[in-house]
């Protein structure tokens, strides 16, 4: 029901990827928002772990953050990580988020912040009542390589996503990103030429858009 009955734009919950931050994930996502306005309002919030060494515009009030880690305060998403760390707090944070900023309807997560919403949507799946989301877009995801996160990947999932793939993605391969949308119950794949970005093109656009009608139909129709 949701936006659907109260006549409201869907409200996404904005997962940022590693190294980034709600402040930095709100600059690189203006085209987006602009895109989706009066449909989707996307609202982002901090993942709970500070990255130790900072980033190439760290000022020092707004620390690079990450969801969780592979190995000692690092993180690379194709290390099979024996001892992953972090990533219990990150699901607090988000079921936090949703319990205290909600209503939400779905998710948006990028990079690692996809991988996150991938997690979520496995949890939500199975009826996880801390994560009470529709659909997720997963931009430029994967699934965690770390043995420790495989349950999360064992049964198709069946919640409504659509995946994000750049064909030109230097930090998440485009395979990576097709690989995470095959653990999902009928996916719907949508591939841009450009690199590790959120797209909002005006093709893009169209498949946010359709995607997005599924959960909340525009006016007159």
Known sequence: AGAMSEGRPLRLLGLHG???SERRFRQRTGALRKALRGRAELVAFNAPH???GGGE?????????????SGPSTFEAGEVAAAPAGLDESLSAVAMALAEHGPF???LGFSQGAALAAMVCALRARG????????????AGFASRAP???????EPIALPTLHVVGDADAVIPASLS??????????????HPGGHFVPAATPQKK?????????CPAEGT
């Open 18 to 20: 590693y190294r980034q």
């Open 178 to 191: 097709r690989e995470l949308a095959r653990h999902f119950v009928e996916p719907v794949v949508l591939t």
């Open 50 to 52: 500070p990255v130790p």
């Open 148 to 154: 420790a996160h495989g349950h999360f990947y064992r």
């Open 57 to 69: 515009d760290d000022n020092g009030d707004d620390p690079p953050r990450g969801w969780w880690f």
């Open 207 to 215: 498949a946010y858009l359709d995607f997005l009608d599924r959960f």
């Open 105 to 107: 309807d779905g998710l």
């Open 128 to 139: 996880d009542p801390r994560f009470p989301v529709a659909f997720a877009i997963l931009v």
